[in-house]
């Protein structure tokens, strides 16, 4: 099956700086990549995800990046703000929207805004 | 328009007891997914419903269980509990189109003692 890898585990930058978090996966077949963010007590929200027909996406200060060919998947944040601080997990599955195959999960990264 | 709902949102139980979650989805979504989340395995994929058809599973023992029932709403069941059962468990619901999104609810958190 799917096994995606997400380094790091633990992320701080400053704010207003950059932070990047990285995804590999190993199913070839994969053709959907959902990034979600999880604040305390509360269920993973979807912030950017990008199909196997697109390299880049970009919404305001979030981007995700594909490379089919390496098989690996980056989220990009830009100007990060406090409320920025929570877990990411990147995803990926087969089938589209992961419905039926179900998303497989990275291990997370906790990113640390630093004021 | 309301987003997933989850009951209940914390639950207690012990060892050799049975439990049922409840997950009612985004109005017009067919689709429900259940996840477990622990912070030893992360987020790992239970199951799917599709109208009331179980389309895919996980890698779970047969302890796990669901359904669903012809308004999308859908339970998951676990049976005779096990100390490692303790998680958050969550619920996604998406529509009907092959590359639809998921979409997360709270979760219910369940203790085994």
């Known amino acids: 099956g799917e096994n995606v890898e997400q380094h790091p585990s633990t992320l701080s930058v400053q704010e207003g700086d950059s932070a990047v978090i990285k995804c590999t996966y190993s199913?070839?077949?994969?053709?959907?990549f959902p990034w979600y963010k999880q604040e305390l007590g509360k269920g993973p929200q979807l912030i950017i995800d990008?199909?196997?027909?697109?390299g880049e996406k970009k919404d305001q200060r979030i981007a995700v990046t594909l490379n089919k060919t390496a098989k690996h998947f980056s989220l990009h944040i830009t100007e990060t703000q406090p409320e920025d601080s929570a877990v990411y997990f990147c995803?990926?599955?087969f089938g589209g929207g992961g419905g039926a195959d179900g998303l497989t999960f990275g291990k997370g990264t906790h990113l640390i805004i630093q004021p | 328009k309301a987003g997933v709902t989850q009951t209940p949102r914390y639950l207690i139980k012990t060892r050799g007891q049975q439990v049922t979650l409840s997950c009612s989805p985004i109005?017009?979504?067919?689709?429900v997914s259940w996840y477990q989340q622990t912070p030893g395995q992360g987020l790992q994929f239970l199951f799917e419903?599709?109208?009331?058809?179980?389309?895919n599973k996980g890698n779970f023992p047969g302890r796990f269980s669901g359904r669903q029932f012809s308004n999308s709403r859908s339970e998951m069941n676990v049976s005779t509990l096990e100390l490692g059962d303790s998680a958050l468990y969550l619920c996604?619901?998406?529509?009907?189109?092959?590359?639809?999104?998921?979409?997360f609810g709270p979760g219910t958190r369940l203790l085994v003692l």
């Open positions: 995803a990926a599955s």
């Open positions: 419903y599709f109208s009331e058809t179980q389309r």
């Open positions: 199913d070839s077949a994969s053709n959907y």
């Open positions: 990008i199909r196997s027909n697109v």
């Open positions: 109005s017009g979504h067919r689709s």
């Open positions: 996604a619901s998406a529509g009907q189109a092959p590359q639809e999104t998921q979409y």
